[in-house]
């Protein structure tokens, strides 16, 4: 069965330092990686995805994330922390079924942000 | 903007009286899903429709059921709320793999459930 870590509950740095927030998955077919934002009492927002080709994938926000197949990892990164980025990250996998239409994403159990000032 | 809008963003119920959230989405999407997030926790999913078709996860209870009327709109109910139940209530929507849809599922902005 697929599933996703996220090791870190919440993640500190400074404003102006780069920020990592890490993400490993397990699936047994090729991995479909997102990653999804969410600030208080909001909804998910998309960030970026990887699904084939370039391991570094570029996304909303400065937001990169690379893709690590020996690793089995999906870190999400930013050069330049922002006060603004202060919220919860969820990384998610999808189902690698290939048999239905729709996807169905296997959450991370998030992982909180704190960018100080 | 193409989008998913819920309503109400915050709603307030009393103890077994029933309550119906709604989403509606104009990306005319023909996958909808609702998520169930409590404190900051994962979101669960619950349902999805894939077209007219509705997809029950195993662990959802019978209290929750949807309806989807239309491609657009989509409607959660609980038909006997308990205090367990107060969360987050999350709809998304994608368009399917078979139709050129690119693994994104977008997210409306939640809708808070208070039980008293």
């Known amino acids: 069965a697929q599933s996703v870590a996220q090791p870190e509950d919440q993640v500190n740095v400074a404003e102006g330092n780069p920020l990592t927030v890490k993400c490993t998955y397990s699936v047994s077919g090729n991995p479909y990686l997102f990653w999804y934002v969410q600030y208080p009492n909001r909804g998910l927002q998309f960030l970026l995805k990887y699904i084939t080709g370039d391991n570094l994938v570029k996304g909303s926000y400065g937001f990169e994330a690379e893709f690590n197949k020996s690793q089995t990892s999906f870190h999400l990164k930013k050069p330049s922390a922002l006060v603004s980025d202060s919220a919860l990250y969820f990384c998610?996998?999808?189902?690698?079924?290939?048999?239905?239409?729709?996807?169905?994403?296997?959450f991370g159990t998030g992982t909180r942000l704190l960018v100080s000032p | 903007d193409a989008m998913v809008i819920q309503n109400p963003r915050y709603q307030v119920t009393q103890f077994g009286k029933p309550v119906t959230l709604s989403c509606s989405q104009t990306l005319n999407h023909n996958v909808m899903y609702w998520y169930q997030q409590k404190s900051s926790q994962a979101p669960k999913l619950l349902f999805h429709?894939?077209?007219?078709?509705?997809?029950n996860e195993a662990d959802t209870p019978d209290n929750f059921q949807s309806r989807r009327p239309n491609t657009s709109f989509c409607f959660l109910d609980i038909r006997s709320p308990g205090l367990g139940d107060a969360a987050m209530y999350l709809c998304?929507?994608?368009?399917?793999?078979?139709?050129?849809?690119?693994?994104?599922?977008?997210f409306g902005p939640g809708t808070r459930l208070l039980v008293l």
């Open positions: 998610a996998v999808r189902d690698p079924r290939v048999d239905t239409g729709f996807q169905k994403l296997v």
């Open positions: 429709y894939y077209d007219k078709d509705f997809n």
């Open positions: 998304a929507t994608s368009r399917d793999i078979w139709r050129g849809g690119r693994e994104t599922q977008y």
